[in-house]
């Protein structure tokens, strides 16, 4: 099967899916080109996809419908993260922050803040 936009005197009517090799009408006002799907395989931990769009050619007779992907800006990967550590219950991470506190009490270490014990669980992420 071969999908085609099916443009009317220059305005687009609808797609429309034709058998391999079809006989198209032959009407001046309508004008047929073929769709091509555009969708790159991304991965979504590190990128972002968006589209689709629609990029007209219609000097090559192709009309698609476009998926894009770029690379995760830091401040999306810092959000996902800190979605992550969101999803750890108010008791979990307050069992967790007192472990860590008193086994740094046992080292002779200094305590730390919970912002800190956030922080270094974002890092481990």
């Not at 443009?7 to 004008?31: C, I, M, S, T």
């Not at 555009?38 to 972002?48: E, G, K, L, M, N």
């Amino acid at each position: 099967m071969t999908r085609f936009a099916i443009y009317r005197d220059g305005v687009f009517v609808e797609e429309k899916e034709f058998a391999e090799n079809p006989v198209l009408p032959n009407k001046p006002q309508l004008k047929f080109y073929t769709v091509e799907k555009v969708d790159p395989a991304y991965d979504s931990t590190t990128q972002v996809r968006s589209g689709p769009v629609v990029e007209e050619d219609h000097g090559l007779e192709i009309r698609r419908n476009v998926w894009t992907v770029r690379d995760k800006t830091a401040g999306e990967l810092d959000d996902d993260a800190e979605a992550k550590i969101d999803r750890v219950d108010a008791l979990t991470f307050k069992v967790m922050f007192n472990h860590e506190n008193r086994v740094r009490a046992l080292e002779s270490k200094a305590p730390i803040t919970a912002n800190q014990f956030r922080a270094a669980l974002k890092a481990m992420l």
